[in-house]
DNA sequence: CGATATTTGCAAGGTAGCGAACGATTGTCA
DNA sequence: TGACAATCGTTCGCTACCTTGCAAATATCG
């Protein structure tokens, strides 16, 4: 969040939190009109180019909780873009599929490539990398010390 | 979000996503006990270095939309951590100062810096530095961006 | 086979973020 | 001075994230 200046260090966590929202607050302008949000257009983008997933495939895949996961395709089959079937052999199971309209919308949408784009284009490769290693070691660190508690 | 793999490039906002979420997941788990949240813990945190503040200065220093931290502090004077009267001059504004109940409280909370020094400590610091300024760049990329939408 | 454990999804409740719209106050300028 | 603009905080509605607790279905193992 905030510089933490009294310490002057913690600024990397700080800068995450910032490029992350401005990340996403680009996205969500560019899709209001569409009525999507970031989420949504995840979930959208799975299922047009994986096809039908089971519910619990796609949270894998997107490292959603199970609940939350939940409150977005109540939303998108409330939008009629997406069908939950609890087909297949497990009936726990529910399968998603992108509906007609789901389709068609996402055809509709712009390519948001332009924001990655926009974001770290001509950064030198070498840095790129870097700051991915250092920000990947610092998930790890964190979420081992998250499970041993 | 998720690792995008059909480019396989846009893995750098995703992991400023995991490795914030990570961050304020730990953080949040070690507050916990004391039924505080992480943006809370900020407030707290500032009102307790600076004194009382007006609410407005507070959303600049932490970089919060008014209505979310209208939102907190409504939260915090309702737990009687914070105080909020409408003192000064400016009768639109609105003075936050901690109570003796908020002072006492911070006095009980652990010490968050473990936080930072497991997730960054050890790291090369040159990788450090690139990683902020490749992370400040992008921001500031992005920002612009949305500004002249 | 049957008791138990695991998995899957849902609902409820909480935190944190946003935009938009609204009073109330204050500042500005013709 | 008086109309208009800007500022400050709140409220409303929304997205998205979490945990906890539940029920149903399935898997596992004695």
Same sequence: chains 1, 2.
């Avoid at 495939?57 to 009629?80: N, P």
């Avoid at 996402?106 to 490539?113: A, F, G, I, K, N």
Wanted: glycine letters at 8%; a neutral charge.
């Amino acid at each position: 969040m905030p510089e933490r200046s009294d310490a002057g260090r913690p600024a990397v966590g700080g800068w995450a939190k910032r490029c992350y929202f401005a990340g996403r607050a680009l996205m969500d302008a560019t899709l209001r009109p569409y009525d999507l949000g970031s989420t949504q257009w995840y979930v959208l983008w799975h299922l047009a180019n994986f096809g039908p997933t089971v519910q619990r495939d796609l949270g894998r895949a997107l490292e959603l909780e199970r609940a939350t996961l939940s409150g977005i395709v109540t939303t998108l089959v409330r939008k009629t873009l997406v069908e939950q079937t609890s087909s297949g052999e497990d009936q726990r199971q529910r399968l998603l599929t992108l509906t007609v309209a789901g389709e068609t919308l996402w055809r509709e949408l712009p390519d948001l490539s332009f924001i990655h784009d926009a974001a770290f284009g001509g950064i030198d490769e070498a840095d790129l990398a870097t700051t991915v290693r250092v920000l990947q070691l610092a998930t790890e660190r964190l979420q081992n010390l998250l499970r041993k508690e």
